[in-house]
């Protein structure tokens, strides 16, 4: 279905992709994971034509992504993707959203664009909504509502740009139920995430990512019990959590191995409030200042440490 072989990449002198290969078979659903800026994002954009690469093959079902003769747009038509921030146009309401590409694209008539979208809104639980335009919802809705933007144009397969990394805690799994939906209906996917417990739920296999190059491409039980060796620790460590999230893991899980407190070696700046770990929650008291609009010290609040949701 999708098969790169020896891609690589480059932004002037920097290697960005470095000799990347990889297969992903029908109905297959592979989670790539790994640190930031390992080159996660621009390898699935690369399937698509969103990204250039300088080196290597790509075909997707078939038709070669480097053929200079390519028609990208159908291209894209047949390989769905979904964005980190949703993309939605915001003047255009839901259902137009919806309808836009598959009669500019796939030229359907404009009643059958509307009727196909009203489905996939049923689908994924939005369709009381197909009036409104995006500011009028949450990022959760959005987030379906991009997913249902895609699947409208038929695709044989759909790449997942971190799509839950933009959320709160609380729109996470309304959009995992979704993508979950899809994989077992069986939807060839390709998901970048740091939601592991999607990848463990629903995978048939796992890459990891590091300085551009696919470390590892494995099944998900064989992945997750060498997980332990230490450039595969260190990084799910990052991708697993953020500032005082960490201390937070380590309540949870019991772990010896993992640091109360953020050290320099995950490659995060120093936060500027005062975190403490209370229990199984990770809280934020705001920064001591003297500078007007701030609370004063006595008054401080305890407010639940957003970037812990991968922990719940």
């Known amino acids: ?18 000799a990347c290969s990889t297969r992903v078979e029908k109905g297959e659903v592979v989670v790539i994971c790994g640190p930031s800026g390992s080159g996660k994002s621009t390898l699935i954009k690369t399937v698509n034509g969103l990204e ?70 049923e689908r994924v639980g939005l369709r009381a909504h197909a009036k409104k335009f995006p500011a009028q919802l949450s990022g959760g809705q959005q987030q379906r509502v991009a997913i249902a933007r895609a699947l409208s144009m038929d695709p044989v397969a759909m790449l997942f740009d971190e799509p839950t990394s933009a959320l709160d805690p609380e729109m996470i799994n309304e959009v995992l139920d979704v993508m979950t939906g899809l994989a077992r209906e069986g939807m060839t996917m390709i998901c970048v995430t740091h939601e592991m417990g999607f990848a463990k739920k629903v995978a048939n296999r796992v890459i990891f990512m590091d300085s551009g190059a696919i470390v590892e491409d494995d099944w998900k039980d064989a992945f997750s019990a060498t997980r332990s ?55 934020i008291f705001p920064p001591r200042t003297g500078r007007r609009g701030h609370p004063p010290a006595e008054t401080r609040s305890l407010v639940p440490h957003a970037r812990s949701r991968c922990l719940h």
Not at 1 to 7: N, P, Q, R, S
Not at 54 to 81: E, H, T
């Open 1 to 18: 279905m999708i098969a790169l072989e020896g891609v690589s990449k480059w932004y002037g002198q920097f290697k960005v992709l470095d």
């Open 52 to 121: 250039s690469f300088q080196q290597g093959l790509i075909s997707v079902d078939g038709v070669s992504v480097g053929d200079p003769k390519i028609n990208l747009a159908q291209l894209r038509s047949r390989v769905g993707m979904v964005f980190q921030h949703f993309e939605l146009f915001p003047h255009l309401s839901i259902l137009d959203n919806l309808s836009l590409a598959q009669v500019k694209v796939l030229k359907r008539g404009k009643d059958e664009a509307r009727e196909k979208g009203l489905r996939l809104l």
């Open 229 to 283: 060796q230490p450039v595969q620790r260190n990084s799910w460590r990052r991708s697993c959590t953020d500032e005082g999230a960490l201390a937070c893991m380590k309540t949870k899980s019991g772990d010896s191995s993992l640091t109360a407190s953020v050290s320099p070696d995950l490659s995060h700046p120093e936060p500027k409030s005062h975190e403490k770990n209370l229990g199984s929650h990770c809280f």
